[in-house]
């Protein structure tokens, strides 16, 4: 079955910067557009970026656009986030997951990001 595992989240300071990744197995990773989403505390799952099955192609959600970047390694099967410029508002669990900002789906376990200073 389709498995997404995200690391890389951890505390930062205002300003300060996460990458982020997600291993993907179970399916034809090179195959799907794929998404980063994510669900503050006491809100509903957000898209953030989505990009194409072979890259290229990205999309922002207005909140993180020019902060963050989306990309993807088809060899190694991993979906990545830079996320720049942190803000206490990007406080979230960030799930990746299969599809594009319209039909994303199969989102994995999640790796919090929590701003503060």
């Known amino acids: 079955e389709v498995q997404l595992v995200e690391s890389g989240g951890g505390l930062v300071q205002p300003g300060g910067s996460l990458r982020l990744s997600c291993a993907a197995s179970?399916?034809?990773?090179?195959?799907?557009?794929m998404s980063w989403v994510r669900q503050a505390p006491g809100k509903g799952l957000e898209w953030v970026s989505g990009?194409?099955?072979?890259?290229?192609?990205?999309r922002y959600a207005d909140s993180v656009k020019g902060r963050f970047t989306i990309s993807r390694d088809n060899a190694k099967n991993t979906l990545y986030l830079q996320m720049n410029s942190l803000k206490p508002e990007d406080t979230a669990v960030y799930y990746c997951?299969?599809?594009?900002?319209?039909?994303?789906?199969?989102w994995g376990q999640g790796t919090q990001v929590t701003v503060s200073s």
């Open positions: 997951a299969l599809g594009g900002e319209y039909d994303f789906n199969s």
């Open positions: 990009i194409r099955s072979g890259g290229g192609k990205t």
């Open positions: 179970g399916f034809t990773f090179s195959s799907y557009a």
